[in-house]
């Protein structure tokens, strides 16, 4: 039992140390290629983690070799494609933050695919086993890096929430200082004694 935990522990260190995590500047674009055979299937899943302002977005666009957009997204902070490979050759896929004039974006993305193996190739009990079980884990996988990316997104948002709660409290505190010290020459000045020559 307790191998099976230690087998588990290092999946999950894999699988976290395999995740993709680009800078994406402003206006810029970042592009990325995979070579593929026909039948072979190509996964993409992204998030955006952070940013310098504006909004957790960007565009992700996948061209096969002829350079035919086979899917396009726009200004979404995170998605799941999925291509089939129908021609030989190099397929692209590229994350786009042109629509942002000042935003860096801080992205973690998993590629992964599946090989085609010919129907008439037989696969013995023991590859089919591994076969899905290299698909569970590839789920696994890729649950654990989503998880990873909004936990560091939640996260942020409570530092920032912390530090917004602080300052305004150090402001409530400079405010109710100098009231009190208004307060208190306003008042003394009220017991003065005025002598008139």
């Known amino acids: 039992m307790r191998a099976v935990a ?8 894999l699988a976290s140390a ?10 810029a ?12 299937r190509m996964t993409i899943t992204y998030e955006v983690g952070q940013s310098t302002g504006g909004k957790l977005d960007i565009d992700l666009v996948v061209s096969d070799p002829h ?20 021609t030989n050759g190099l397929y692209t896929y590229c994350f786009n933050n042109q629509h942002s004039s000042w935003a860096r974006k801080t992205l973690s993305f998993n590629i992964h695919g599946v090989r085609y193996i010919d129907d008439n190739q037989e696969l013995g009990p023991v590859e089919e086993e591994i076969r899905d079980l290299a698909s569970g884990l590839q789920v696994v996988k890729d649950e654990q890096s989503y998880l990873v990316v909004r936990e560091r997104t939640h996260r942020d948002t409570c530092e920032s929430t912390n530090s917004r709660v602080k300052w305004w409290g150090i402001t409530q505190i400079g405010i109710l200082l100098a009231v009190c ?3 208190v020459h306003y008042l003394k000045s009220w017991f003065e004694v005025k002598r008139v020559l």
């Open 67 to 86: 350079g035919n957009a086979l899917y396009n997204s726009y200004a979404e902070p995170q998605g799941t494609v999925t291509i089939t490979a129908a």
């Open 6 to 13: 230690y087998l588990a522990f290092a999946f999950a260190l």
């Open 181 to 183: 010290a208004w307060n």
């Open 29 to 40: 674009k970042k592009c990325f290629y995979e070579e593929m055979q026909i039948g072979d």
């Open 18 to 27: 395999l995740a993709h995590r680009i800078d994406v500047a402003a206006g």
